[in-house]
């Protein structure tokens, strides 16, 4: 019984973490750039020792573990906005921006021009060219961002967007405000990459299917909740059924 409960509580977490993952999805439907992430399990047996001298032998009990929650990358919605420094990109490519804790990296090409005229992020990160952060004189007029991520102005040309890709982007890790960081090095996205100029790529996640999900799941983990705490029940009774008998 008390395996049962145990395993019913491995259910019970599973549950939970997936529930927490669509609830963030769902809560970035409207984030520009947003990638929705989904849960993966997989099962874990015990025990693991066993001996073959046992009349019964140990019967294997299955649990459930959080695997991974891997990144959606699938493209999300290009939106034409007419503004000359909103960028969206086209392929599995992502904008380079410095922060206090060091390089992240975004989809979301909401940008703006600081005081100092700089293009940075709407929290204010400087997004980064092939040079460094990219500086815009305050005289200077008809700024535009070209396909292959090229800024210019009147003046010329100001520097280029600096897109990455990575060999392994399920390494990536949510490093808030839509930014994620990488434990190995960013390469340059190439062919990969593309901007679609004066427009914003909005959320890949579908409002509709995420719903449905939720319910699908909340109704799983009430009745497994249920299931645990009958069977907690039932060990509960055992347990003073025993100890009245031992008084009697």
């Known amino acids: 019984m ?6 019913g509580l491995s259910s019970q977490m599973a549950l939970g973490r997936e ?15 947003f990638k929705a992430r989904s849960t993966r ?34 493209q999300g919605p290009i939106e034409p906005t007419g503004n000359p420094l909103n960028a969206a990109i086209r392929g599995e490519a992502f904008f380079a921006v410095q922060t206090p804790q060091g390089e992240r990296y975004t ?6 021009m600081n005081a100092q005229g700089q293009i940075v992020t709407s929290d204010g990160y400087a997004v980064l060219g092939d040079g460094g952060p990219i500086q815009i004189g305050q005289q200077e007029t008809g700024l535009a961002i070209g396909p292959d991520g090229t800024v210019s102005t009147n003046q010329g040309t100001r520097g280029k967007l600096r897109l990455v890709t990575f060999a392994d982007p399920q390494g990536l890790t949510n490093a808030g405000s839509n930014l994620y960081s990488s ?7 190439g062919p990969q990459g593309r901007i679609e100029p004066g427009s914003l790529e ?11 999900r939720m319910l699908e799941v909340s109704r799983v983990y009430q009745l497994v909740s249920d299931t645990v705490s009958r069977l907690d029940s039932m060990r509960g009774q055992a347990i003073q059924r025993l100890a009245d008998v031992g008084n009697a």
């Open 2 to 7: 008390q395996n049962a409960q145990l395993i």
């Open 19 to 33: 529930i927490e993952v669509i609830a963030n999805n769902m809560a970035n439907v409207t984030t520009t750039g």
């Open 41 to 74: 399990f997989q099962e874990y047996l015990m025990p693991k020792a066993s001996a073959e001298s046992f009349r019964r032998p140990d019967r294997k009990l299955s649990y459930v573990i959080d695997a991974a929650t891997p990144l959606d990358l699938t």
């Open 107 to 112: 989809r979301n090409g909401a940008f703006e």
């Open 183 to 189: 434990s190995t090095p960013a390469q340059p996205a």
């Open 202 to 212: 909005r959320s890949n996640v579908r409002p509709v299917l995420a719903m449905t």
